[in-house]
């Protein structure tokens, strides 16, 4: 099946918030699909923050599927891309708290090891929660792409392949 470019609008408070929700309801695919929406237009600071997230989400993927050398790079390269903004929070997300948490499902898989890697806990996970009112504060601060100067959310107007 051929892909195609559509235009979308979009906001960065929104594609976090279905981030946070996606993730939260272990559909780890499509919550990596909102953030890269916006990491691929943020230019800023904040892109590897962005990064860190989305290959959380994609190591949670893996770990669904059992793929334990999958998961264990994307864990170790998601943790890699957080640690510069440990402890935050920064633009909302508990960075300390996600990073303890991806930590913690490492360690775990690698107690369990190739083999067992389908039995992975998948209830081990972090809490992906963003806190919307530090949002415009954070977004001044990291110079935000998809917001104003001022700190407020603009609708933008993205292409993506379907």
């Not at 669904?64 to 999958?70: H, I, K, P």
């Not at 190739?114 to 949002?135: H, I, N, S, V």
Request: charged share 25%.
């Amino acid at each position: 099946m051929k892909r195609r470019l559509v235009s979308k609008r979009i906001t960065v408070p929104g594609n976090i918030a279905r981030f946070c929700g996606d993730f939260t309801a272990g559909k780890f695919y499509e919550a990596h699909e909102h953030l890269e929406e916006i990491w691929q237009q943020e230019r800023g600071p904040v892109r590897s923050l962005y990064q860190g997230l989305i290959q959380a989400a994609a190591a949670y993927v893996h770990l669904s599927r059992g793929n334990y050398r999958g998961a264990r790079r994307l864990l170790q390269t998601s943790l890699g891309y957080l640690a510069p903004y440990r402890p935050g929070p920064v633009m909302g997300f508990d960075v300390e708290g996600i990073a303890l948490a991806l930590e913690a499902a490492l360690a775990t898989l690698l107690e369990l090891g190739p083999e067992r890697a389908g039995k992975f806990p998948m209830d081990l996970r972090p809490t992906m929660a963003c806190d919307m009112t530090a949002l415009s504060g954070e977004a001044v601060r990291f110079r935000a792409w998809g917001f104003s100067e001022d700190g407020t959310a603009l609708t933008e107007e993205i292409t993506v392949a379907e």
